[in-house]
Nanobody, 123 residues
Framework: QVQLVESGGGLVQAGDSLRLSCAAS????????MGWFRQAPGKEREFVATITQMGGSTYYADSAKGRFTISRDNAKNTVYLQMNSLKPEDTAVYYC????????????????WGQGTQVTVSS
């Protein structure tokens, strides 16, 4: 059973940057595709970014392209989400998730989830 713990959220101003981290334990981290999702108040959870097992490929939601970067360090069992030029509409709880197999932007395809970390961007 894989456990995922996010950290790095907080309150920032528009235009600032944040780096989220997600530490994994209890499994072979390098076997898992990792993804970031987010859920804003009153909205459904949505895909943000995903990265393949060795980090060779990354995919982003249109809202994240050019501003967010997903990366991973398999030696540290950690996946990151670097978020730059943050906007108030990026305010959400951010979740990391893991799955075996190929990359996916579909929430239900992920088997393991963290508890989430709150990101609030003020205008």
């Amino acid at each position: 059973q894989v456990q995922l713990v996010e950290s790095g959220g907080g309150l920032v101003q528009a235009g600032d940057s944040l780096r989220l981290s997600c530490a994994a334990s209890g499994g072979s981290f390098s076997n898992y595709v990792m993804g970031w999702f987010r859920q804003a108040p009153g909205k459904e959870r949505e895909f943000v970014a995903t990265i393949t097992q060795m980090g060779g490929s990354t995919y982003y939601a249109d809202s994240a392209k050019g501003r967010f970067t997903i990366s991973r360090d398999n030696a540290k069992n950690t996946v990151y989400l670097q978020m730059n030029s943050l906007k108030p509409e990026d305010t959400a709880v951010y979740y990391c998730a893991g799955r075996r197999g190929g990359y996916s932007y579909i929430e239900r395809n992920y088997d393991y989830w963290g508890q989430g970390t709150q990101v609030t961007v003020s205008s």
